[in-house]
């Protein structure tokens, strides 16, 4: 991991940390309301009309409940004009590494352009009062944790459904062409080009919803389909596959695992991406795939040429 280079202004944002344990946020002041978010009930609150509405048209109807729900989580929003702080200024930082460790009984992360802290009650975010990369890289940093325990993993992936009605998990690493697959996809149904929800156990399903990247239409949010397969991508000149074995499989499944971080991370955590990641090649094969430019890999994954 790299030091982020602007010392100052982390300095700053360690102090706003200290600033937002101390706070006592005033229900009064915020806009609120409460989500059914794949197993996990969150209260999201802020005191800015606009990102309220632009978090209410972020997730699909069914998942809304009734204010007087019951709920997991509650975090709030705030903007760093609250702070004092223009969004220019908050953002000024080159490295996009994200900065997690403890404050008393406080879970906290510093990134480019978000701060957040966290305790059993509340977990309370600076970021830009927009649906832009500091409320994703929050909600990245918050939600894994959590799913963990639901036995579910959020994947950096882009996942589609096969015309055979199965999902399918691409991986790789930045630039290996996630996205590039989802716009080879046809009429194939998209859930997402950059995060994806594997829920594991018996039958491994995909879910929709993960937080960031591109939104795709038709997609119904409380539907689950059958994991297909992963694919371990890379470009190259022809459509070929090689099966991976399982303990290839394994440490690819971890490495594609959002912020888990490893180095900062509780050792409960840590066992648990284990165990689901074993779990799910022990029912879900791994594949390396080449794949040149044009639709002709799906033959090899749902036994359809592209057109």
Request: proline share 3%; net charge negative.
């Amino acid at each position: 991991m790299e030091d982020l280079q602007n010392t100052s202004l982390y300095t700053k944002k360690k102090d706003l940390i200290c600033s937002l344990i101390g706070m006592r946020p005033d229900d009064k002041q915020l806009n609120s309301f409460i989500i059914r978010y794949n197993g996990i009930t969150l209260k999201l609150s802020t005191s800015n009309p606009q990102l309220e509405g632009d978090l209410r048209n972020e997730f699909p109807s069914s998942w809304f409940l009734d204010l007087k729900s019951n709920y997991d989580s509650h975090i709030i929003f705030y903007p760093p004009e609250h702070f004092n702080l223009s969004a220019d200024e908050f953002e000024q930082e080159h490295s996009s590494d994200c900065i997690t460790f403890s404050q008393g009984s406080f879970s906290c992360a510093i990134q480019r352009d978000f701060l957040a802290a966290q305790n059993e009650q509340h977990t309370l975010c600076i970021a830009r009062p927009s649906l832009g990369d500091g409320f994703y890289n929050c909600m990245r940093w918050f939600l894994p944790k959590h799913m963990i325990h639901q036995n579910q993993l959020i994947l950096h992936s882009s996942c589609v459904v096969g015309r055979n009605g199965k999902a399918y998990f691409f991986l790789g690493q930045s630039g290996a062409g996630k996205t590039t697959i989802t716009s080879l996809s046809e009429e194939r149904t998209i859930l997402g080009d950059d995060m994806n929800i594997l829920q594991v156990g018996a039958s491994n399903i995909a879910l929709p919803g993960g937080v960031g990247g591109q939104h795709f239409e038709n997609i119904d949010y409380n539907r689950q389909w059958p994991v297909g397969g992963f694919f371990w991508i890379v470009q190259g000149a022809n459509s070929s596959k090689s099966k991976l074995e399982k303990n290839q499989g394994m440490a690819k499944l971890l490495a594609s695992m959002t912020n888990l971080f490893w180095n900062n991370s509780e050792k409960e955590i840590e066992l648990k991406a284990l165990e689901l990641s074993e779990l799910a090649m022990q029912n879900i094969s791994m594949w390396e795939l080449e794949f040149p430019k044009n639709s002709s890999f799906w033959e090899l994954i749902d036994g359809s040429k592209g057109d």
